[in-house]
Structure formats: structure tokens, C-alpha cells
């Protein structure tokens, strides 16, 4: 690349940006931001790589990733966004069949539907913040799905409970179509951040786009605790 081409790059945003989230982030939240960009941005083109698990940067040559969780990579520059919480929800037609567990326990003699793409043990665990313990569940779900599109599709249907993260059910609880329970026991929450190598040296496809992002992550009510 000639020092003119590189000054190009780095001054006006062109060429093909990578972005990265987990699958049902990327559906229900990049990809109208990513609409948003290219729209403001005719030169260039994204290709966006959404998957269930975590992603190296550097190795698999991404620009730009949604992560959520705490971060282990130090070498990554990061912008936190929001928050989200796991949520054990179910449908009004599978509460009024079955009933609301008032304790974790109680989930044992439930219908479960286990996403286990996000869960790799078929263990729930909990909180009691009051009496400050942590109680974990055995489960023997009703059914397995490697995709939480399936589990969210099967709980909207009424099969029995799942636990998803709050900005997979956000529109869904909003609705009244998933209705939330134990929510005196749940965790902490999970940062959202967005995540890069280059800081701000890097070139203008990648600052504009998580400018962008930033701006529209930190409005989404679904990832942010304190809108919910």
C-alpha cells in the first residue's frame, strides 16, 4: 500500500469491515446498525460473522467484536456498552399449565428447556442476594437445543421454561409474550462491550463504525440494566 493509499484508508472510511457478535446479538441488534453504517457509508462493505462463542480477533481476522461476559484478553481495546442478566422466563399459556416456581429448587418438577449453546452443564445456578448464598440446580431438561432461537421459539410456544439473556427475550418480556421468574434469584450482571485491536489508531472504517455502535448500543434499552 503506497503512503497515499494509506492516508485514504485512514481518513474516510472504505473497504470491507468484519464484525462479529454472538448470534441472536448480531440478528436482533448489529445488523440495524450495520444497515445504519452502510447507509452512511457507500464505500464501503461489511461482512458480518455471528457465532456462539467466543472469537479471536487477530487469528480469524475481525475488526470489530460484541462481547459479552468479562473480558480475559488484555490486549484488546474495549467499550462498554450496557449490561444483561440471565432471565428464567416462560409463556403465560406454560404458567398458567404449570405454575411459577417461587425457588430454584422448584424448577426440578418443571418442563426445561435447556440452550445449550450458552450452558454447557445442565446446572442453573443462583443467588440469593439476602442471605448472600449461591444455590446451583441439577436439571434434567425436557429439551435440548444447540441454537437459543430454538429454545426461544420453543418457550414462546409454551413447552416449559428456559433461561436466555435479556436481550434475547428483551422484546418478548416487553410484549407480555415471556414472562420473567425468579428474578429474586438471579445473578450478576454481564458487561456488553465492543471490542477491537488497534485503539484509535486504527483506520477509519473500523473508528466510524464503533463510534456508530457505541452511540446505538448505549440507547438499546435491551442491554442496558437500568431501562429494563
Same mark, same amino acid.
Given at each position: $500500500? ?17 464484525? %462479529? ?8 441488534? =448489529? ?9 452512511? &457509508? +457507500? ?30 484478553? /488484555? ?13 428464567? !422466563?416462560? /409463556? ?6 404449570? #405454575? ?7 424448577? !426440578?418438577?418443571?418442563? =426445561?428447556?435447556?440452550?445449550? %449453546?450458552?450452558?454447557?452443564? %445442565?446446572?442453573?445456578?443462583?443467588? &440469593? ?15 435440548? !437445543?444447540?441454537? &437459543? *432461537? ?23 418480556? /416487553? ?5 420473567? $421468574? ?6 450478576? +450482571? ?8 488497534? #485503539? ?5 472504517? *473500523?473508528? /466510524?463504525? =464503533? ?12 442491554? &442496558?440494566?437500568?431501562?429494563?
Amino acid at each position: $500500500m503506497t503512503e497515499a493509499e494509506a492516508a485514504g484508508v485512514y481518513s474516510k472510511p472504505k473497504g470491507v469491515l468484519t464484525v %462479529t457478535a454472538p448470534v441472536l446479538f448480531g440478528q436482533k441488534h =448489529i445488523i440495524p446498525i450495520v444497515q445504519e453504517y452502510l447507509n452512511n &457509508n +457507500p464505500a464501503v462493505s461489511v461482512k458480518a460473522m455471528f457465532y456462539d462463542r467466543v472469537t479471536n480477533l487477530l487469528e480469524e481476522e475481525l475488526d470489530v467484536a460484541i462481547r459479552i461476559g468479562h473480558l480475559k484478553d /488484555s490486549t484488546l481495546y474495549a467499550t462498554k456498552v450496557g449490561e444483561v442478566r440471565r432471565i428464567v !422466563c416462560a /409463556s403465560p399459556r406454560y404458567i398458567k399449565r404449570r #405454575g411459577v416456581p417461587k425457588y430454584p429448587s422448584e424448577l !426440578c418438577e418443571h418442563d =426445561i428447556i435447556y440452550p445449550t %449453546t450458552f450452558e454447557s452443564k %445442565t446446572v442453573w445456578e443462583f443467588q &440469593n442476594s439476602g442471605a448472600g448464598t449461591t444455590e446451583t440446580v441439577k436439571l434434567s431438561p425436557r429439551l435440548r !437445543c444447540n441454537q &437459543n *432461537i430454538a429454545a426461544l421459539s420453543a418457550a414462546l410456544d409454551g413447552f416449559g421454561i428456559t433461561r436466555l439473556m435479556s436481550y434475547q427475550v428483551g422484546e418478548e418480556l /416487553s410484549k407480555g409474550t415471556l414472562r420473567p $421468574m425468579l428474578t429474586a434469584y438471579e445473578g450478576s +450482571p454481564l458487561p456488553v462491550s465492543v471490542v477491537h485491536v488497534e #485503539g484509535r489508531r486504527a483506520n477509519a472504517k *473500523i473508528r /466510524s463504525f =464503533i463510534d456508530l455502535a457505541v452511540e446505538r448500543l448505549r440507547e438499546n434499552p435491551f442491554i &442496558n440494566i437500568s431501562q429494563q
